[in-house]
């Protein structure tokens, strides 16, 4: 199974991308194939690069997406806004699973703000959410996640549902292609 992760910002300083880098290892520690999708290798190319490989390919190979990204004034990122506005059929009928990084309520108004916005894609939010609240007290020295065995309860539920997802909507896909 194929569920690349997106990342939500490119902002100097960052402090979620400790989240990104620990959901990343764990899908991969479940078998799952994951690239990690970083927008700084994607922000202000050409419009004639505005599908830029490997985003294109591996969106299209992908059964799912996670989302991890901060909350900017109650809001998703434009760095991230403009990564899912790249693509469209690449999206169509898979799983998104989105994660929140940031202050006091973890990133809450930008999940429910993002499902929204992905629904227009054609794809479908998973109930299950992670939220990481005041996420740059939970940086290491190394800029790692500390403590990472403390969140491991909390994903299971959260992967749980992606990959029932991810399966069916792939065997949905392949059973009944739309429009053909
Ligand atoms: C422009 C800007 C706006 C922000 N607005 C919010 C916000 O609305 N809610 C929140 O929880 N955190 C907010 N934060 C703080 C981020 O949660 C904090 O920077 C955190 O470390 C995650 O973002 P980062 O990966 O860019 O560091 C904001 C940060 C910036 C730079």
Redesign the pocket.
Known sequence: MKIPVLYG?F?E?????AVAKFIHAELLKRGIESEFIAPENYHGKQLEQKHPEPWKTVMAEADGLVIVS?????GYPGALKEMLDSLYEEYNFKPVGIVG?????G?S?MVEQLRQVVVELKMVPIREALYFPM??ELNDEKGELKEPEKYLPRLEPFFKELFWYAETLKEGREKHPWGK
Do not use: D, I, L
């Open positions: 910002t902002r300083g960052r402090k979620s991308e901060p909350e900017y004034n109650h990084a940031a202050g006091f309520v990133g108004r996420v740059w």
